[in-house]
């Protein structure tokens, strides 16, 4: 899969520090990320909570937690694909395997080394798995504050 953009309707990332590394979203926001496969597009209401980071803690010690903005939209947009989306059916938007590789190939468009992107993209699928299928408080208040469309080429 070629990502060849990642877009956010009009205006920069907004969120709001919580503590404890995470960031709530704070304004609705439409993320578009256009592959060579489709578009996928995330809608994230106000509220929806990130780390804006993906992989374990060891990953910390070669690659920022959040980056720029297209790094942290990249992250986001993983994050969400890792949330069970009410919208549907309490399914997520994406499998897992698909999810990671467009974390990857995401941040190889948003200039990340490519090692680094390797380097996030294995530790997800090392230590993703729980991640994916274990729902919390916070993914179930997430659930409800994403939708997610798909439409291919």
Not at 107 to 117: N, P, Q, T
Not at 130 to 135: G, L, N, R, T
Request: charged share 25%; aromatic share 14%; proline share 3%.
């Amino acid at each position: 899969m070629k990502v060849n953009s990642i877009t956010i309707d009009g205006f920069a990332l907004e969120v709001t520090p919580m503590g404890n590394r995470l960031y709530r979203i704070a304004r609705d926001t439409r993320v578009s990320v256009k592959t060579d496969e489709g578009c996928f597009n995330f809608f994230f209401k106000r509220g929806f909570v990130t780390n804006f980071r993906s992989g374990g803690p060891i990953v910390d010690r070669f690659v920022d937690q959040v980056g720029d903005e297209k790094k942290a939209l990249c992250y986001l947009v993983h994050d969400a694909i890792y949330t069970p989306c009410a919208s549907l059916g309490g399914h997520h938007p994406l499998s897992r395997e698909l999810g990671d590789l467009l974390l990857r190939e995401s941040l190889k468009w948003a200039k990340m080394e490519a090692y680094k992107a390797e380097l996030v993209y294995l530790s997800v699928r090392w230590f993703g798995e729980c991640a994916y299928e274990e729902d919390d408080a916070l993914t179930s208040l997430n659930s409800r504050l994403f939708d997610f469309q798909w439409n291919e080429v």
